[in-house]
């Protein structure tokens, strides 16, 4: 079966400007979560939609904005764009989301350079 | 989310089995133990999880102690493909608290 698809996989911006990422998750996954990786914070939590609400939000300012659609597939934005949001945006998918096993499917991230 | 604790970096030659550590001594009754592997500028890849008992899967061998504060990852006879951030989580949300890692370097 298809995997995580994220879109784009590269993508460049200025300082001020906004940016949308987008995930597809594998078919029958309700659970999508977002994660940021920069070299020196590593790989961080950012927020969990599952069947279209949020569920679980990381430590991240308001510039930092999702949401879920009634398929299953996620967004994420950020607006007002600074330098130290360069970074690699994964997604991942599972069934359940909440209790129980877990287990994540990531996608191959978007990577994101603001100039 | 259970605080776990990895050595940064470990060697391990190609052939050999590789047995990276883990502690989460903050671990609840409820949390799963989970691996995860990153290669380089990849998403990570899931390995294994367990709750209490030892697990074993085509890639690894999860061993848990009985107190549940550590675990095990064992892989039986690393290959170069093997070289990545491994990384133990505990957890039973739809959250993920990745730490550090462990950087796995098999060698030929």
């Known amino acids: 079966k298809a995997g995580v698809t994220q879109t784009p996989r590269y993508l460049i911006k200025t300082r001020g400007q906004q940016v949308t990422l987008s995930c597809s998750p594998i078919?029958?996954?309700?659970?999508v979560s977002w994660y940021q990786q920069t070299p020196g914070q590593g790989l961080q939590f950012l927020f969990e939609y599952f069947s279209e609400t949020q569920r679980n939000k990381g430590n991240f300012p308001g510039r930092f904005s999702g949401r879920q659609f009634s398929n299953s597939r996620s967004e994420m934005n950020v607006s007002t764009l600074e330098l130290g949001d360069s970074a690699l945006y994964l997604c991942?998918?599972?069934?359940?989301?909440?209790?129980?096993?877990?287990?994540?499917?990531f996608g191959a991230g978007s990577r994101l350079t603001v100039l | 989310d259970a605080k776990t604790t990895q050595p940064t970096s470990m060697d391990c030659a190609e052939g050999r089995a590789a047995n990276l550590p883990c502690n989460h001594s903050?671990?609840?009754?409820?949390?799963?133990v989970y691996w995860y592997r990153q290669i380089h500028s990849q998403g990570p890849q899931y390995i294994i999880h367990?709750?209490?008992n030892n697990e074993t899967n085509e890639m690894a061998s999860l061993i848990i102690t009985e107190d549940r504060k550590s675990s095990t990852l064992i892989l039986p006879h690393a290959t170069l493909r093997d070289t990545a951030v491994y990384y133990c989580i505990g957890s039973n949300t739809g959250k993920l608290i990745f730490g550090q890692g462990t950087t796995l370097q098999v060698k030929p």
């Open positions: 991942a998918s599972s069934p359940l989301g909440l209790h129980g096993a877990n287990v994540l499917t």
């Open positions: 903050t671990i609840s009754g409820n949390e799963y």
């Open positions: 078919s029958g996954h309700r659970s």
């Open positions: 367990g709750l209490k």
